[in-house]
């Protein structure tokens, strides 16, 4: 297939912010694709090239593709740098230097589809000495044979910032669309998509295989080949992992056992790090964060204690991992342990010096046997079967089961002092549901009003601070129009480098090393960035605002932790601020 196609459908899908409109796009762009192309053009799609849970990475910086868009332009280096200066994005670049060139030569091969990808994987495994320049050519090559927006998008996929907003709903959807209703069409005027005249529900089946696989290219593969019957098979694997379930919030526990019933289940909220454990039949045990990042090697003391001490020959638990004080027998707040999470070296000395307790509360395959739709009692009948405890090793999440207010608020109180952050409400007879903020779980904890939100710009300091990206402008994710609104934006709460006591205090330096390589585009003192360091804020009151694309705006914000092991898909949504506001206007 010609990258042609593809480019010109990322064109079209950019040029609109319809998403019925950009799934018609897409549904239609699928049909027209063979299943020998299905894997490259739903990775690409998604703007990737491995999936999801695969550790590769490109390695690709724009110093690097600088120098791959001069060696294919015949520009200077400097030129590339010049005009990406005026255009601010450097897919933009690519695609000027090269359109004038490609205007003088009379002809060059086309670009495929099967080119781009090959040439990006082979970009991921060039490593060691002499990689860099391996790396450069990969791309000067495919942008050699680019035509104007094709190299755009060479470019923005080598980079990984794809930028035409195809989000994973959209695309599942255009996937149902193309392969199980097969003949539809989209009613512009109105636009809505239909089949005979009439909208479809939801695609069921689709959501299914992609809650239980996680894997796109697997689900295209099988609604194209076999269609819903085929989907239905589709069953959760150890070794590969599925997203987890979210919790909603509540305010006091009379709104808690109206949503999960009486009596439920009161479990601890811990403050460590969700787990998700699999141990597969052959013995391997692999760790994944809740962003499906693999941390098998960052906790060696996890796996070996649940090689230990988790009996069965393949499983996937769900578990909270939390650091504790041997001294004082205390949780510690996530903050502490949160170098864990990316410490790639002194992993020995880590592990000794911030130990970390697994406490499991959830099973979804156990032996065989795919457990999400078992009722959550009989889910933890299973992992109280299967766990033998051993205290800051591994436990079974503490609970008790009750619908009485008196004895869930005592429990609440003995969980605060042993250091956790709340409790947790479980409906008993609940599924489980991957991937949603389900209302079968809930969270209490005393205070509610932090955010997690995505630093989408910044502003160069000036004085004191020149030199530093200081005020960050903030964005939640608004989940009905799948995209990034902004909602304030904060500088207190980042120390000076001289006030920061401790060494794990966020400072405006190691701000600005974050976000100047997520640079997008700058005018003046203000840069764009890359949606990609997650920030909680904490803030005094939300209030209406038509300074920000949300509608909304924080009163004081200030900042209270990173988020490493949070993405843009685990932001607070738009609804939740909204909910967040109605409820203050109720209290106040
Ligand atoms: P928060 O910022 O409040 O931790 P969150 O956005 O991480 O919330 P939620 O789904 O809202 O995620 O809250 C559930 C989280 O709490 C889980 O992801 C998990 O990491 C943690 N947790 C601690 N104890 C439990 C428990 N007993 N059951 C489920 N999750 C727990």
């Known amino acids: 297939m010609d990258y042609e196609k593809l480019a010109a459908v990322y064109d079209a899908l950019s040029n609109t912010s319809k998403r019925l409109e950009k799934t018609a796009l897409l549904a239609d762009f699928l049909q027209g694709t063979p299943a020998a192309e299905l894997e490259r053009v739903i990775l690409l799609l998604q703007g990737r090239v491995f999936p999801l849970w695969d550790k590769r990475v490109l390695g690709l910086s724009e110093k690097l593709l600088v120098k791959a868009i001069a060696a294919s332009s015949g520009a200077s280096e400097r030129q590339v740098i010049d005009t990406w200066r005026d255009l601010g994005d450097i897919g933009r670049v690519a695609e000027s230097l090269l359109e004038k060139k490609s205007q003088s030569t ?17 970009v991921a495994s060039s490593e060691g000495k002499g990689a860099m320049g391996t790396k450069v050519k990969l791309v000067a090559q495919l942008l050699s044979s680019a035509k ?21 709903g959209t695309l599942r959807d255009a996937i149902g669309w193309a392969y199980l209703v097969k003949d539809y069409t989209y009613d512009e005027e109105k636009n809505a998509l239909l089949k005979d005249g009439e909208p479809v529900n939801g695609f069921p089946e689709l959501r299914a295989a992609l809650d239980r696989s996680n894997d796109f290219v697997l689900v295209a593969r099988i609604a194209q080949e076999q269609g819903a019957s ?20 509540v305010i006091d526990f009379e709104e808690g056992f109206e949503r999960v019933g009486k009596p439920c289940a009161v479990e601890y909220k811990m403050d460590g790090f969700r787990v998700q454990v699999h141990k597969s039949s052959e013995g391997d045990i692999r760790l994944f964060t809740r962003r499906l990042e693999e941390v098998t090697e960052q906790f060696p003391d996890v796996v070996e ?14 578990a909270e991992a939390a650091g504790y004080d041997p001294r004082t027998k205390k949780y510690r707040p996530f903050q502490d342990i949160s170098q864990r999470i990316r410490r790639k070296y002194d992993i020995e000395t880590l592990k000794k010096k911030l130990p970390v307790e697994l406490a499991v509360f959830d099973i979804l395959f156990y032996d065989g046997e795919e457990c999400l739709d078992r009722p959550f009692f009989e889910r933890r009948a299973l992992v109280e079967r299967i766990v033998r405890e051993r205290p800051q090793h591994v436990v079974v999440m503490p609970r008790v089961v009750t619908g009485e207010v008196a004895e869930a608020e005592e429990f609440y109180k003995e969980s ?8 947790m409400l479980k409906k008993l007879d609940a599924p489980y549901q991957p991937g949603s903020r389900v209302g079968t779980m809930i969270k209490l904890k ?20 020149s030199g530093w990206l200081t005020s960050y402008t903030v964005a939640c994710f608004d989940e009905q129009q799948e995209e990034l609104v902004t909602i304030g934006r904060f500088g207190t709460g980042i120390k000076e480098k001289e006030e920061a006591v401790s060494g794990d205090a966020v400072t ?15 005018s003046g003192r203000d840069v764009v960035v890359r949606p990609e360091v997650v920030v909680e804020v904490k803030f005094e009151e939300i209030q209406k605002s038509p300074s920000y694309t949300s509608g909304y705006a924080l009163r004081f914000p200030r900042f209270v932790k990173l988020r490493p092991d949070r993405g843009v898909e685990d932001l607070t949504t738009l609804s939740m601020v909204e909910t967040a506001y109605e409820r203050q206007r109720g209290r106040g």
């Open 508 to 522: 405006f330096d190691g701000m600005t090393e974050r976000l100047k390589p997520l640079i997008r585009s700058a």
């Open 148 to 168: 104007g927006v094709e190299a755009r998008y060479v470019v923005r996929s080598a980079i990984g910032d794809l930028r035409v907003g195809i989000a994973e």
């Open 305 to 318: 204690v649940v090689r230990e001490r988790v009996v069965g020959r393949e499983f996937i638990i769900d």
């Open 416 to 423: 605060l002092a042993a250091g956790n952050e709340g409790v």
């Open 230 to 249: 085929g989907l239905r098979e589709v069953s959760v694997v150890p070794g590969k992992p599925l997203k987890v379930m979210l919790a909603q919030k």
């Open 446 to 465: 005393p205070v509610m009003d932090t955010l997690d939100l995505v630093i989408v710009g910044a502003e160069w300091g000036t004085g004191k601070r």
């Open 106 to 122: 009379l002809f060059s091969e086309d670009l495929t589809v099967k080119a781009v990808f090959d040439n990006l994987r082979k």
